[in-house]
């Protein structure tokens, strides 16, 4: 249990100007909200030509509930459903959405293949027709599809067991999740054929409708560990160049099957040294000695602190591959949580916060703005405002109006409230009971098996049977 203080506590904007200069973060907010369409999160962005309604994006969301042939469940629908409803206008790939089976994160996890692309199709329907019945137009409302390989992090058939498929032995992450010294690396022929895979999945994705995929480079799934590859071998591995031709093949394979789509990238612009419980529970980085090339985005010299010079590396190439739409993420779920989704009370599996969690936002929405500013051509969506609560409008006001970011992305905050920029650009008053508060039980439902959604504040979830099953796990693991 952490002292931070709460940001529910912080009733006025000094109460909470006066909290950011005694964390000593670097973070800027409005003071006043503006409403309507002429606002700045109410204003429209113009991509290429297409017209996206607002400044308000859906970051992905797995819910560990699809079927096991990796189809949509009727929950996951209700999520989708409710993505619609949110008068977000940009959804940025739903959830991730695995490429082949043995790429899967959970057995539950969406897969693409031909047997499920009528299945996504449906779900990108409903999102649409739940957008439509809130008498929004659809003709500015963009959806994309996340397309993934979990590579070290996949659990394609056992929700318990790891069956990771990696590019390199790593010093610390083959210890902390049991690797051994003798597990085979995928080979540069078996990346060929994934790479052919991912191309198939995104052809899938244009005949089921959606606008663009996310070719996803986060969270130490796959795509994120090809930056990291600094120590392997060949032709995916060693020099910046070949840790970036799996991109590069990718879209050079999306472009040549599925000419229609537009290409997306999920980044972890930046990663830290993986972390563990200290004696006191908090967060203590694990111990490394010497240079440190495994951070992408982080300092080789000391990997506790960003540097964003090979992030810019990879924004130039981007720009080369006429990629514009990025979306701004950093670290991993599984080994620094509290530099991805900062929250007071981290899940059951982790640490408590080593930081002020306003520290990791602050992190976040200040290195989406520093990549902004050198980028202004590219459209790029910031993550990490959910642990904001009552400050979010008027910190992603603050950073949209001053072209900081194009836009404001919205996770764990969705699954609580989930049609907050619809309340807040009508003008409606915020309805603060129904806010995230970051107890992480969506993230601590499914690290123990359960299904994931707001199990606080959602009364669908509050009245699951699961809720039960999560409260009596909780205790147990106290
Ligand atoms: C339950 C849960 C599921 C998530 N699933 C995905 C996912 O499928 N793909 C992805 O890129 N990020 C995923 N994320 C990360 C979020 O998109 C987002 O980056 C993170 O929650 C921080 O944003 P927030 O502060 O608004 O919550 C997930 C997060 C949570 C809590």
């Not at 409803?85 to 969406?110: F, M, T």
């Not at 790593?170 to 049991?178: E, G, T, Y």
């Not at 899940?347 to 990791?360: I, R």
Request: net charge negative; proline share 6%; hydrophobic share 35%.
């Amino acid at each position: 249990m952490s002292n931070y203080k709460r940001i529910a506590s912080l009733k006025t904007a000094d109460d909470f100007a006066s909290y950011i200069e005694t964390a000593g973060v670097k973070l800027q907010f409005d003071r006043e909200l503006q409403h309507g369409t002429d606002s700045p999160l109410g204003r429209p962005y113009q991509l290429d030509g297409f017209k996206i309604g607002n400044r308000f994006c859906i970051l992905p969301m797995e819910g560990w509930d699809g079927t096991e042939d990796g189809k949509p469940s009727e929950l996951t629908t209700r999520r989708w459903r409710r993505f619609g409803e949110s008068g977000a206008k940009l959804i940025w790939g739903g959830e991730a959405v695995a490429v082949r089976h043995d790429g899967r994160a959970n057995p539950n996890q969406l897969m693409s293949s031909d047997d499920t692309t009528v299945d996504l199709e449906n779900l990108r329907k409903v999102l649409i027709a739940a957008h439509e019945d809130r008498s929004l137009s659809s003709d500015d409302l963009l959806v994309g599809l996340q397309l993934t390989h979990s590579g070290r992090f996949a659990r394609p058939n056992d929700k318990k067991r790891l069956e990771p498929r990696i590019l390199y032995h790593h010093p610390i992450l083959d210890r902390k999740f049991n690797i051994s010294p003798d597990h085979a690396c995928l080979t540069d022929p078996e990346i060929d054929d994934l790479i052919g895979d991912f191309v198939k999945a995104a052809a899938r994705a244009e005949a089921a409708g959606f606008a663009f995929v996310d070719l996803k480079h986060c969270h130490g799934y796959l795509g994120h560990e090809f930056l990291s590859a600094t120590t392997r071998e060949g032709r995916y591995g060693g020099s910046f160049e070949n840790r970036t031709r799996f991109l590069r093949e990718l879209v050079a394979g999306v472009r040549r099957d599925a000419p229609g789509l537009m290409i997306g990238v999920r980044l972890s612009a930046f990663d830290f040294l993986p972390f563990k419980m200290g004696d006191d529970r908090r967060g203590v980085p694990e111990h490394h000695d010497g240079l440190y090339p495994h951070a992408f985005g982080s300092d080789v010299e000391d990997p506790l602190k960003v540097n964003l010079n090979e992030t810019f590396q990879f924004f130039d190439l981007l720009d080369e591959l006429k990629i514009k739409l990025v979306c701004i993420s950093a670290g991993s779920p599984y080994y620094n949580p509290h530099i991805q989704r900062p929250a007071l009370f981290l899940p059951s599996d982790a640490y408590d916060p080593p930081e002020d969690p306003l520290a990791g936002v602050a992190r976040l929405i200040e290195g989406a703005g520093e990549l902004k500013a050198r980028y202004p051509q590219m459209c790029v969506v910031g993550s990490g405002y959910t642990y904001l609560q009552d400050w979010l409008p008027n910190v992603g006001q603050y950073y949209v109006r001053a072209g900081r970011v194009d836009f404001v992305g919205l996770g764990r905050m969705v699954l609580a409230y989930h049609d907050l920029p619809f309340d807040l650009i009508n003008g409606s008053r915020l309805q603060t009971k129904r806010l995230c508060r970051t107890f992480s039980d969506c993230t601590t439902g499914p690290r123990n098996g359960l299904i994931s959604g707001c199990y606080p504040l959602d009364p669908f979830y509050k009245e699951h049977p699961q809720a039960e099953q999560l409260k009596t796990l909780k205790q147990q693991l106290k």
